[in-house]
């Protein structure tokens, strides 16, 4: 992981109009200054596939060349550069580009590069010297992107780190942010700017496949197993907020079980304030998120099914349209938590907190870290199986939440151990998930029931939702043994 650099923020207007008086920009003066980007593709966009950014940049009578390959969402990292341009605004300068690679196939597309789209601001810059060998600049910007005659308004801050360390930049954000509200941004000019142009709607994303391998330490794979869960957040966040796609906020969920099933995982490697200060911050928003999934399911998956059991009840009419409406009041207060000055400090300080995790020496490598965590989830997950044989619906919901969790570091841990035996693991791990959320769905579904039909107006549905539990449970216990009969990949590669 290279070393961080950069931080951009988002920002209202009011709120810009207002950063001038904050006290860490009293006693500084800014520079105020035109700034015109340009960016270049090819007619059928490789570079934005290739996640290659090429564009230049107007400062005044200056005139700047970048290339660079498309940085981690809101922190831009090192290698970053650009270079003075002598030529004419649109002749393209590749000779320092330091990769070997890459400038050569930029000139192998030369010829087919074109304007892509533009970023016009009005940058006001700033430099901080909050103590003795930090300085940051700081600089607003404001005004539009423009593409095919599609505008965009721009209105973010960013904060770089001239000297110093990573440290003394979220500092300074963090203070900002008590102040201001102002919310870590994800998504960069140029993806942005490729939206605008391709009049691209929010799409879902998916969590992202996780790079670690067996040289680093657990806590340099915890940093960066943390920072993919933040990064599929918050990929997912505007859509949360601007769509009705129920989709949006299942993967929400789902990156914020994932990251904190990885705060469960290293919990024996890290500092106990982290895990007290940030695991209930993430559980509580988890929490309003799920209500807002439970009823987000039952009307799209069990609804219909009751529907379809009982065409001519009226007690299913009443049950739509109370589901419908917390739908509607649920998918509101998702919105308004996605929208909080508290997630956005959450975001920005546990991204401060994680960067700043102590590195322990080689004797904590992850290789020799994995085989004892999945030995831990694996001997819980089989506890629980047993109990959830003999139990009822809470033993099985538990038996769920484990398995979801050796699920999770499978899939963390997976680099680690190539091969079919996971692969086999995984998918016999993933079948018997899928039917312990069908159980879940509809002990949830009974359960909401009781609230929206309470007493003997709910009962007809209710048991009818119990038959559907009753028939699954043979399936289960087959999909139970299949599992068991996997052997454990981790000792056996």
């Not at 035109?34 to 400062?59: A, F, G, H, M, N």
């Not at 200060?277 to 009751?306: K, M, Y």
């Not at 079948?431 to 312990?436: K, V």
């Amino acid at each position: 992981m290279g070393i961080e650099t950069a931080l951009n923020l988002s920002l209202t207007p009011g709120v810009a109009s207002r950063l001038a008086r904050h006290p860490l920009l009293t006693d500084a003066k800014p520079m105020r200054e035109k700034v015109t980007s340009t960016y270049y593709d090819t007619p059928d966009l490789r570079l934005q596939r290739e996640s290659v950014v090429v564009s230049d940049r107007k400062r005044g009578s200056t005139r700047l060349s970048s290339v660079s390959r498309l940085a981690q969402s809101g922190i831009r990292q090192a290698g970053h550069r650009e270079w003075p341009l002598a030529g004419a605004p649109g002749e393209l300068d590749f000779s320092h580009v330091a990769d070997h690679g890459l400038r050569q196939w930029l000139e192998s597309v030369r010829e087919d590069l074109r304007p892509a789209f533009t970023t016009s601001v009005t940058r006001s810059a700033w430099l901080l010297e909050p103590r003795a060998g930090v300085r940051i600049e700081l600089a607003l910007d404001r005004g539009w992107i423009e593409a095919e005659g599609r505008r965009q308004p721009i209105c973010e801050l960013g904060l770089e780190l001239l000297s110093g360390g990573v440290a003394d930049l979220f500092s300074a954000a963090g203070e900002l942010q008590s102040d201001l509200s102002l919310h870590p941004e994800t998504t960069s000019l140029s993806q942005r700017g490729y939206r605008v142009l391709s009049e691209q709607s929010l799409q879902v994303v998916k969590a992202p496949p996780v790079v670690i391998d067996a040289e680093m330490t657990a806590i340099g794979a915890f940093r960066t197993i943390a920072r993919s869960c933040v990064k599929h957040l918050q990929s997912n966040e505007q859509g949360v907020r601007e769509s009705d796609n129920p989709e949006f906020v299942h993967q929400a969920r789902v990156a914020i079980r994932r990251l904190r099933s990885a705060i469960r995982v290293w919990k024996p490697l890290l500092p106990e304030e982290f895990v007290s200060n940030f695991d209930p911050l993430w559980q509580t928003l988890a929490r309003q998120l799920g209500e807002t999934r439970n009823w987000d399911v039952f009307v799209g998956d069990t609804l219909p099914a009751i529907a379809a059991a009982f065409p001519a009840c009226g007690e299913v009419d009443r049950l739509s349209h109370y589901a419908r409406r917390r739908c509607t009041i649920n998918r509101q207060a998702a919105r308004s938590a996605l929208k909080s000055v508290d997630y956005s400090r959450l975001l920005l300080e546990f991204t401060a907190a994680v960067l700043a995790l102590p590195v322990e020496g080689e004797a904590r490598r992850v290789d020799a870290f994995a085989p004892r965590c999945l030995d831990k989830r694996a001997k819980q997950v089989r506890h629980l199986a047993d109990e959830a044989l003999q139990g009822d619906a809470t033993a099985r919901h538990s038996l769920r939440v484990a398995y979801k969790r050796l699920r999770y570091a499978l899939e963390f841990f997976a680099p680690l151990f190539p091969g079919e035996l996971l692969r086999h693991y995984h998918v016999a791990a993933s079948g018997l998930q899928e039917l312990l959320g069908r159980l879940n769905d509809l002990a949830v579904a009974t359960e909401l029931i009781s609230e929206a039909l309470p007493g003997e107006h709910g009962d007809v549905l209710r048991c009818w939702l119990a038959g559907q539990t009753d028939s699954l449970l043979p399936e289960f216990v087959v999909a139970l043994n299949d599992f068991h009969g996997h052997a454990v990949p981790w000792r056996n590669q």
